[in-house]
């Protein structure tokens, strides 16, 4: 595991503001059931399993809590990645437990075979990126995620024939890392995209809203900056 950063002098851009993107999926989980609607005007509605609890208080709004076996998940192909589409995944959480490895947002496959590409955050408190089943990247051991609110961002963009995956928190990208492969998460078999997604490792707990889906666009560091600071300020999601 490597920094791209580090190793081949990447940074990423400051660019464009929130406005110029065009969003794929919109959920602010305010919901009082029947799992997340997609305000995008895309109608990309996720659908609950297990038994989440809704109307927690999350940021700016209600949200939607996850346990062991709950998560909220979509199989829509307009959801999925090709290996050629930058992407970025957003989500506001609040970790209530750090109880061995838990999804926390990305793709998988729902059989457990060994296709995924997503977050999951563990034990010791850090946040990780797993894909086909290994672990690619993690935080550092001293900062830990599980003291309370915190925005999400996992990100995928392309430069050139370079293409690389960044984890933020909050304002912050904590790390960068190289893709070995132009992953097509669009090509997978029984794939689905969303929040506490997982076999391996389970769905993370926590309550979640305020999560938005770009597929193929990697969001600028201006507008991973605007999301954070709309959510500080409790403005509409």
């Not at 589409?85 to 609040?94: C, P, Q, R």
Request: aromatic content about 8%; hydrophobic content about 35%; glycine content about 10%.
């Amino acid at each position: 595991m490597g920094s791209l950063q580090d190793s081949i002098g990447v940074v990423t851009p400051a660019g464009a503001a929130l406005s110029t993107y065009t969003v794929t999926g919109k959920w602010n989980m305010a919901d009082a059931s029947g799992g997340a609607a997609d305000s995008s005007g895309n109608s990309y509605n996720l659908t609950a399993g297990g038994t989440p609890v809704y109307a927690q208080t999350g940021v700016g709004s209600n949200g939607i809590a996850l346990d062991t076996t709950d998560y909220l998940r979509s199989t829509e192909s307009n959801l999925m990645p090709d290996g050629s589409d930058e992407f970025t995944a957003n989500v506001w959480i609040n970790f209530t437990s750090n109880t061995g490895a838990q999804a926390v947002i990305g793709w998988d496959d729902s059989t457990g075979a060994t296709d995924d590409c997503l977050i999951y955050h563990n034990t010791n408190g850090t946040l990780n990126l797993q894909t086909d089943k290994t672990l690619r990247a993690s935080t550092n051991n001293n900062a830990v995620y599980r003291d309370g609110v915190h925005m999400i961002t996992f990100i995928r963009r392309t430069s050139g024939s370079l293409q690389w995956y960044e984890l933020w928190v909050d304002s912050r990208v904590l790390f960068t890392e190289q893709d070995d492969a132009a992953r097509d998460i669009s090509s997978v078999a029984n794939v689905t995209f969303g929040f506490g997604v997982g076999t391996t490792p389970n769905p993370s707990h926590g309550t979640y809203n305020r999560a938005r889906l770009y597929v193929g666009a990697a969001l600028s560091k201006n507008a991973v900056t605007q999301l954070y600071e709309e959510g500080l300020s409790g403005a509409a999601a």
